[in-house]
């Protein structure tokens, strides 16, 4: 969680402005990090539509990866102006929110399944990354720059991921589906 709630944002290259804050999604007043979270999501769910699942899984993968390095590069950067880990910079919402998604891909049957494993994961993952459990507090304080602003992240979209896997293989969405329709 940032530390940077009340300092006023200096001028930085435009470049890394647009990156970090995801075009301005950083920039939302109530809740910035689960705001893009929730876009991130909202992106998700476009490419599943738009994408057969192999390429979505490709795709979702490609999205993780370039994500962390791009959000370590750009966080880096953006700490010289901003401070350490600044509230707008929200890029590495985005990232655990696609890694939250990951236990979603390949799920056989109604696209109701798929979605609501990637809904479950981001929720997951926005009530860890806030609360910070489990050594995530520790990442948070303990290890700085943009690998600390991402790797908090990451370790919060882990536990996500692998709750939302649990969740997956227990087949719970069904039986909480069969419950509503019936």
Known sequence: MSNNNCNKLGEAPWLHVIISTV??????????????????????????????????????????VVTLFVGVWTDNVMERYWGEDPRTVIIDEYFGTWTACLPA???????????????????????????????????????????GCMLDDALAAAYAAAITLVIRHTHAVEKIHDMINN
């Open 23 to 64: 075009f301005g999604t950083g920039f939302f007043p109530w809740g910035p990090g689960t705001f893009g979270g929730f876009i991130a999501l909202l992106a998700w769910i476009a490419l599943y539509y738009a994408l057969s699942p192999l390429a979505l899984c490709a795709a979702t993968v490609a999205l993780v």
């Open 105 to 147: 891909l390949l799920v056989d049957g109604p696209a109701y399944l798929p979605i609501s494993l990637a809904a479950i994961g981001f929720v997951l993952f926005r009530i860890i990354d806030i609360t910070k459990p489990l050594g995530c507090r520790w990442v948070d304080r303990h290890i700085h720059g943009g690998w």
